[in-house]
């Protein structure tokens, strides 16, 4: 027991030490060493603790790190789901249900791929206008229509080949779903709340339409997320754009508030 105490302490002595190195490394001649010495850090513990270190996803030093955080998550979770889980073909006909921070990415994912139709769905009116920006060429207001019969009838083909629904309700998965025409695919890229149930008539099943989901955008983000990036820095994908504001830390819970409202695409947290 002595004996495995002392190894312990012993490797965060290293740790410390190696810490200490790239902090002044980082002072010294810049963020570049900084963030080697930091990976060196996490493999040395990740031998010791027999995780594999390599690392998950290596971007490009010249992405600016206030916009680059924004796609491990939000901005994969939105975009990965049109590449990767749904593949969707250039002219497909798409639906996005919710169109907040992960479901603007979902939009100008689908412009990327040259979808015909993107028929953006929400409650709020400020987050329509903003899929327009992204790409959207129909907005649906669903808090003062029907959205499943609105998308039907704009799709032109009794729904759409693809929705993608970026909420987690019940109400909304069953409207996305019941947006398809037969054949269609629905992907659930919304988070539910635990014990969240959906009644589905079986027929629509039987009329070969397909209801799935996704998680991290469905992809590897040891390629998507740098792809991303290379994506961004070539002017083709908008992340600037998605952030509506900047806060320092003490604002933190400011910009929960500024999210539930509704008042912002993301907001970044600034550590100053």
């Given at each position: 027991?002595?004996?495995?105490?002392?190894?312990?302490?012993?490797?965060?002595?290293?740790?410390?030490?190696?810490?200490?190195?790239?902090?002044?490394?980082?002072?010294?001649?810049?963020?570049?060493?900084?963030?080697?010495?930091?990976?060196?850090?996490?493999?040395?513990?990740?031998?010791?603790?027999?995780?594999?270190?390599?690392?998950?996803?290596?971007?490009?030093?010249?992405?600016?790190?206030?916009v680059a955080c924004l796609v491990s998550c939000g901005?994969?979770?939105?975009?990965?789901?049109?590449?990767?889980?749904?593949?969707?073909?250039?002219?497909?006909?798409?639906?996005?249900?919710?169109?907040?921070?992960?479901?603007?990415?979902?939009?100008?994912?689908?412009?990327?791929?040259?979808?015909?139709?993107?028929?953006?769905?929400?409650?709020?009116?400020?987050?329509?206008?903003?899929?327009?920006?992204?790409?959207?060429?129909?907005?649906?207001?669903?808090?003062?229509?029907?959205?499943?019969?609105?998308?039907?009838?704009?799709?032109?083909?009794?729904?759409?080949?693809?929705a993608f629904e970026v909420v987690g309700t019940q109400?909304?998965?069953?409207?996305?779903?019941?947006?398809?025409?037969?054949?269609?695919?629905?992907?659930?890229?919304?988070?539910?709340?635990?014990?969240?149930?959906?009644?589905?008539?079986?027929?629509?099943?039987?009329?070969?339409?397909i209801l799935t989901g996704t998680s991290f955008g469905?992809?590897?983000?040891?390629?998507?997320?740098?792809?991303?990036?290379?994506?961004?820095?070539?002017?083709?994908?908008?992340?600037?754009?998605?952030?509506?504001?900047?806060?320092?830390?003490?604002?933190?819970?400011?910009?929960?508030?500024?999210?539930?409202?509704?008042?912002?695409?993301?907001?970044?947290?600034?550590?100053?």
């Amino acid at each position: 027991m002595a004996s495995s105490v002392a190894v312990l302490a012993a490797v965060l002595l290293v740790a410390a030490l190696v810490g200490g190195i790239a902090f002044v490394a980082a002072m010294a001649i810049g963020i570049a060493v900084a963030q080697d010495a930091f990976i060196l850090i996490l493999k040395l513990l990740a031998e010791i603790f027999g995780y594999d270190a390599k690392p998950r996803a290596r971007i490009r030093l010249d992405a600016p790190l206030d916009v680059a955080c924004l796609v491990s998550c939000g901005v994969l979770a939105g975009a990965g789901p049109v590449f990767n889980r749904a593949k969707v073909p250039p002219g497909a006909s798409v639906a996005v249900f919710g169109c907040g921070g992960v479901g603007l990415n979902t939009v100008q994912a689908a412009r990327m791929v040259g979808a015909g139709k993107i028929i953006a769905v929400d409650v709020n009116r400020q987050k329509l206008e903003w899929a327009e920006e992204f790409g959207a060429t129909h907005a649906v207001d669903a808090s003062k229509e029907d959205p499943v019969a609105r998308v039907q009838a704009i799709s032109g083909m009794g729904g759409v080949d693809f929705a993608f629904e970026v909420v987690g309700t019940q109400k909304t998965i069953e409207q996305a779903l019941a947006s398809t025409h037969r054949g269609g695919t629905c992907v659930v890229v919304g988070v539910s709340p635990a014990g969240t149930r959906l009644s589905i008539d079986p027929t629509m099943f039987l009329q070969q339409r397909i209801l799935t989901g996704t998680s991290f955008g469905g992809g590897h983000q040891r390629t998507d997320v740098p792809l991303l990036l290379d994506l961004y820095k070539a002017g083709t994908y908008k992340l600037d754009e998605l952030i509506s504001r900047r806060l320092p830390l003490a604002e933190l819970n400011q910009a929960f508030e500024l999210m539930l409202q509704g008042d912002v695409k993301r907001s970044v947290i600034v550590y100053e």
